[in-house]
Every structure is written in structure tokens, then in C-alpha cells.
């Protein structure tokens, strides 16, 4: 770089961390052509490519960082309503006249929608286009939470629920593949820690809006909080205009959607009701081995395929199979630990709503630092230490919380969550984004919907079985408050032991000393994408 080009990148770089410099890093970043704005990091190097710039433009925004601003919304939205319904669930209980069960199909409910059509969202982002995708998906997530709002009954409300998980979906992951292509390989690590830092912060904000809402307003307010969020989204969306490219033309197969979707809601069907039915009754075992069949029948075709609904090939890379499982065993660690904290401060501590909410805030206040301390380390070192160690700590805080709730003391419990929130906070983002940038710039969408298939599938399973293990200790022992507080205790054991098995796969699985600024290069995917691009190829040990 010459003088003159060393004190214009000065001044930029200065500016970096402070919003005055966001027109100094536009400008220096960014070389606008008509109306699509392309980073420097895609531009081709001089000399055989001429300076010429990839064909496929990341974002059609003004700025990165504004796309970051849109997409964190849509995360923060979905994120919200994985945990706010459950301090307002004893409420929805009286006024709706709910049964245990129910309860656990409210919560359920969503993820499990989540879970089946996520795929689809992937797909829809790379045919019709990413942002039309997102913006379909907040409508769908914003009419479905006014209908939870109004519900009158369990079942509509329950129906509102499959709805949001739909729209949810087609959020999910198009939003996080557009965050990974906004940014160069240097600063993925900081965007994607924002993404989802943040989105860990509401989904753990969740209990105390929740409480808060359900104390001053009415349950029904912790669906309506959707609305304007939703509606930021979208006038965000509108000005920051990221890239609507339709990268491919593949068909969505009915077959695929049917066997995806019956697979999964059998395999939960039969875990949630073995408690009522028996585990040696036919309909558990009927639910059980159909559920199974059909999800091995949906993976042989998968790999088939030609235009799969889910790219299982992408599991052949080690370290993207590494983080598809830590961030699944997160998940089934994550929720049903939320979830039995808020009930456990309110049905055995006697907290209020509001209370129980503020309660939860030792799990949020220390996952937002973490987060971002993870998105950083991972910048610098790579994905193999932040997360085993967030997850060393979340192994620790779990089984803390589980020693201390049967002393029915929120101070014995106070260490644990702590702990806990640290854990989670460390530990997603990298992985996360090591998964995402594992898979080419075509892929990234179908990667993305392959990681979030994995984690709701897994937190929704985990929701169930940590439910099944406290139900059936409370059934058979009379109802004490220890008691109870015992067979939480037992759950939580559970989630601990899920959260050991992710760090022992990492600890064998992820990439030992690779930095992220090489092992996020991607490769060339077959095809003329990036045609005019130089050759970025993975290292040898991305593909071990």
C-alpha cells in the first residue's frame, strides 16, 4: 500500500469501535456498483483476475453492520420465544384449565414445528432468495403470535404455537447464513458472537419478560411483545436491503417434508407420552419405531439425492459433525434447565412472576460477556478452546444447580447459574460460526438449516426426556416441596451429563490450533459462483 492509500486506512481502522466511524468503514470496505455494495475481502486480487469482483454480490445493503442490526432482530424474536411462555405458564394453566400435558405440548409445540420445517428454510433461501424467505417467515411468526394472544382454548393455542415454530423456521437459517456472508473471514467471529450473544440474552431475558408481562398485563402480552420486534425487523430489513439472490433452482420434495416431519413428531409423540401410556405399551412403541424408520428412510434419500431437503454430506467434514453435536447436546441442556428454573422459583420458592424473572437474571448478565469474550478468542484461536472450555463450565455450573435445589435456596443456586450462563455463552457462537463457515458460500443456507435441524430437534428431545425423568420421580413419592425439588435435581443431572458428552466430542472433534481466518476460507463449489474469485481451499484438517 502506498502512502497516500496507508493514511486513508488509518483513520478507518481508528474508528472501528465507535459509531462516528461507521462512514470511514463503509467507504473503505465497500466498493459500490449501481445498487449492491461488495466487501473487499470478495474483490479478486489484481493481476490474472484483473481486480474484478465476484459474481455473487453478499449484501445489498449500505453497510454490513446494518445487515447485522436487521438480522439480530429476526434471531432475537425467535430466541424470545423459545423461553418468555414459560413463567406465563402456571397463569395459562388457571385461565385456560390446562393439564399437565398440555403444558408440556405449549412449550413443545413450537419446537418441534422448528424443528421439522427449518430445512425447508434453508431450501426456500437458496430458490427464492434469502431475504424474501426472512421477510415470509416474520409475517407467518408475527400473524401466528397475535393468534396465541387471543387464544380461547389450549388446542388453538397450541395450533398458534406450530405456527410460530413454521415462521420461526424460515427465519432461522437464512438470517445466519446472510450475518456469514456480510462479513470477511477475520471478523465473522465478532459478527456471528453480536448474532447470537444477543439472541442468547432475550432467549434468557425470556423468563423475566415474561414475568414482568404476565404480572403487570396478562399472560397473553408475552406473545403480543412479538408484534413490534417484528415489525422493527421488517423496516430494518427494508433499508438495509442484504442480498436476494436465488442461488438455485432445486425443487422442495413432498416426500422428504412428510418423512422429515413424521419422523420427528413420532419420535417425540412416543418420548412425551411413555409417562401416561407406558413405555411397554403399543402406542409408545408404535410411535417410537415408525418415528425411527421414517427418519432412517428420510437420511438414505437424503444422500441419494441429488437436490437433498437436508445436505447430510456435509457431516463428512469432522469438525462440521463436531459442532452439529456440541450445539445439539447444548440444546438439550439449554432448555429444559430455563425452563424448570422459572417453575422451580415460583412452584417451590413461592416467587411471583415478576420476582422469578429477575430471579433469572444470574443466567443472562454473564452470557452476555461470555458471548462476546467467545466470538473474540475464536477470532484469534480458533473454535476447539472456547468451546471446550465454556463447556467445562457449563458442566460444572449444571451439576452445582443440581446439588443446591434441594436445599430450596436461591442463594445455594445463585453459584451454579452463574456458571451456567457462562458456559452457554462461551461455548455457542464458535461453534456456530465454525460450523457455518465449514460449508462452501452456496451451501451455507442448507448448512445452516442442517445445524438448527439438530439443535431444535435435540432441544425439543431434551425438553421431553428431563420432563419424563422429573414426572415420573414426582409420581412416585408423595408431594413435598423436597421431593419435587429432588426429582428436578435429577433432571438437571441429566442436562449435565448432556453437556459432558458435548465436551468430550469436542475435545475429539474439533480442530486443535486452526485459526479461523484460514479455516473459514471456503472452498470453490462446483459451478461458476466464484468464478472470478481466487482459489480459497479448506485446509487439510477442516476435512480430517
Known amino acids: 500500500m502506498n502512502a497516500s492509500g496507508a493514511a486513508l486506512a488509518t483513520p478507518g481502522k481508528q474508528a472501528k469501535d465507535w459509531a462516528g466511524g461507521l462512514v470511514q468503514r463503509v467507504a473503505q470496505e465497500y466498493t459500490v456498483t449501481g445498487k449492491l455494495a461488495r466487501p473487499r475481502w470478495q474483490r479478486a486480487g489484481a493481476g490474472a483476475h484483473g481486480g474484478q469482483l465476484v459474481d455473487t454480490p453478499v449484501a445489498a445493503a449500505r453497510a454490513r453492520w446494518l445487515v447485522l442490526v436487521a438480522m439480530t432482530g429476526a434471531m432475537c424474536m425467535l430466541a424470545l420465544d423459545l423461553t418468555i411462555v414459560n413463567v406465563a405458564l402456571p397463569s395459562m394453566t388457571r385461565h385456560l384449565h390446562l393439564g399437565g400435558d ?250 411471583s412472576p415478576e ?16 458471548s462476546q469474550f467467545g466470538g473474540r478468542w475464536f477470532d484469534h484461536k480458533g473454535v476447539r478452546y472456547p468451546v471446550t472450555t465454556g463447556l467445562a463450565m457449563l458442566v460444572a455450573g449444571i451439576a452445582a444447580c443440581a446439588a443446591a435445589l434441594p436445599h430450596l435456596s436461591y442463594a445455594w443456586a445463585l453459584p451454579g447459574m452463574i456458571l451456567t450462563g457462562s458456559g452457554l455463552g462461551l461455548a455457542t457462537s464458535p461453534a456456530t460460526t465454525d460450523g457455518l463457515n465449514r460449508a462452501p458460500q452456496a451451501e451455507r443456507a442448507q448448512a445452516s438449516g442442517l445445524l438448527n435441524t439438530v439443535r431444535q430437534f435435540c432441544g425439543t428431545i431434551g425438553t421431553v426426556v428431563v420432563s419424563t425423568i422429573i414426572l415420573a420421580a414426582q409420581h412416585t413419592r408423595t408431594a413435598h416441596p423436597h421431593l419435587t425439588a429432588d ?51 479448506l485446509p487439510a484438517v477442516a476435512h480430517a
Open 102 to 351: 398440555m403444558q408440556q405440548w405449549i412449550v413443545n409445540s413450537y419446537m418441534l414445528a422448528l424443528a421439522a420445517t427449518v430445512a425447508c428454510g434453508g431450501k426456500l433461501g437458496d430458490r427464492i432468495g434469502r431475504t424474501t424467505t426472512l421477510c415470509a417467515g416474520v409475517i407467518i411468526f408475527l400473524v401466528a403470535s397475535v393468534a396465541c394472544g387471543l387464544a380461547p382454548d389450549g388446542m388453538t393455542l397450541i395450533g398458534g404455537r406450530l405456527a410460530q415454530g413454521i415462521g420461526a423456521a424460515l427465519m432461522c437459517p437464512v438470517s445466519g447464513a446472510i450475518v456469514i456472508d456480510a462479513f470477511g473471514p477475520r471478523e465473522r467471529g465478532r459478527a456471528m458472537a453480536i448474532y447470537f450473544g444477543l439472541g442468547q440474552v432475550f432467549m434468557s431475558l425470556g423468563p423475566f419478560m415474561g414475568g414482568l408481562l404476565t404480572q403487570a398485563v396478562s399472560w397473553r402480552a408475552v406473545f403480543w411483545v412479538n408484534v413490534p420486534i417484528g415489525l422493527a425487523t421488517l423496516a430494518l430489513v427494508r433499508i438495509a436491503r442484504p442480498d436476494n439472490t436465488a442461488r438455485r433452482h432445486g425443487t422442495i420434495k413432498a416426500t422428504d417434508l412428510v418423512l422429515l416431519t413424521c419422523g420427528l413428531g413420532l419420535l417425540v409423540l412416543g418420548l412425551q407420552q411413555a409417562s401416561q401410556w407406558g413405555w411397554s405399551s403399543a402406542a409408545t412403541t408404535g410411535c417410537l419405531l415408525t418415528g425411527t424408520a421414517a427418519l432412517a428412510l428420510f437420511g438414505r434419500k437424503q444422500l441419494k439425492s441429488g437436490e437433498p431437503l437436508l445436505n447430510l454430506r456435509l457431516f463428512g467434514n469432522r469438525s462440521f459433525l463436531g459442532d452439529s453435536l456440541v450445539l445439539g447436546l447444548l440444546q438439550f441442556a439449554q432448555l429444559p434447565i430455563i425452563m424448570y428454573t422459572s417453575l422451580y422459583l415460583q412452584d417451590l420458592l413461592g416467587y
Open 355 to 370: 420476582l422469578a424473572g429477575i430471579a433469572t437474571l444470574p443466567l443472562v448478565l454473564p452470557l452476555t460477556v461470555t
Open 487 to 537: 426429582a428436578i435435581s435429577a433432571g438437571f443431572a441429566v442436562a449435565a451429563a448432556s453437556a459432558a458428552i458435548a465436551l468430550v466430542i469436542a475435545l475429539r472433534l474439533l480442530a486443535r490450533t486452526e485459526r479461523p481466518n484460514t479455516a473459514s476460507r471456503l472452498s470453490r463449489p462446483n459451478g461458476s459462483l466464484l468464478r472470478h474469485a481466487p482459489a480459497l481451499k
